[in-house]
């Protein structure tokens, strides 16, 4: 699946990706209900489509055959976003990350890390320690204690981003 990502995304880089985007606003109560469609397409690429809404339950992402556009999924926004988002760290640190990293610094341990962290071990297979830093204490620790027994490396823990970040191999924010 990473390697669908990077092509992708080196096709958009080249100019080889289409996308279009429509906003609506409209103010209620004082504040703003929004709903924005995005398409990008590419030639020979799967077509995705975001759908998202405020309020949220109008997020949802449409997966879309390259060639013939056929219907592929109908995906649920939560889900499917962690997993966007960690392809793209992992696409980074598959260029960007010292041969043999073993060493990952993280800022947060909400929803999103877990599949970020999972992705960036999958990624760096060399990787054998994480410190994270979170503001609430027992999330970090509760986050730390099921990735160390999920991903079987060890997962500190830390009272502050600099302790998180110093000194190590790969930084994720």
């Known amino acids: 699946p990473l390697d669908a990502i990077e092509r992708a995304t080196v096709t958009a880089y080249h100019g080889g990706a289409r996308a279009l985007a429509l906003a609506d606003d409209v103010l209620v109560d004082g504040g703003t209900n ?10 020979g690429l799967a077509t995705g489509m975001r759908v998202f809404g405020n309020p949220p339950h109008t997020r949802i992402y449409m997966l879309f055959e390259g060639e013939t556009r056929r219907p592929l999924a109908l995906m649920d926004w939560g889900v499917l976003n962690s997993v966007r988002v960690a392809a ?3 696409l ?7 041969d043999n ?6 800022i947060g341990s909400g929803w999103q890390a877990p599949t970020q962290v999972r992705m960036l071990k999958y990624v760096l297979p060399s990787l054998e320690s994480i410190r994270v ?11 730390a204690s099921e990735m160390a027994d999920s991903l079987g490396v060890d997962v500190t823990p830390v009272g502050s981003p600099e302790e998180a970040v110093r000194n190590m191999d790969v930084v994720d924010l």
Do not use: K, M, Q, Y
Not at 133 to 143: D, K, L, Q, V
């Open 34 to 43: 929004s709903f924005r469609v995005s398409v990008s397409a590419g030639d």
């Open 88 to 90: 793209i760290a992992g």
């Open 101 to 106: 990293a073993r060493t990952l610094g993280l």
């Open 133 to 143: 830093f979170s503001p609430t204490r027992a999330n970090r620790e509760g986050f």
């Open 92 to 98: 980074a640190a598959r260029h960007l990350a010292p």
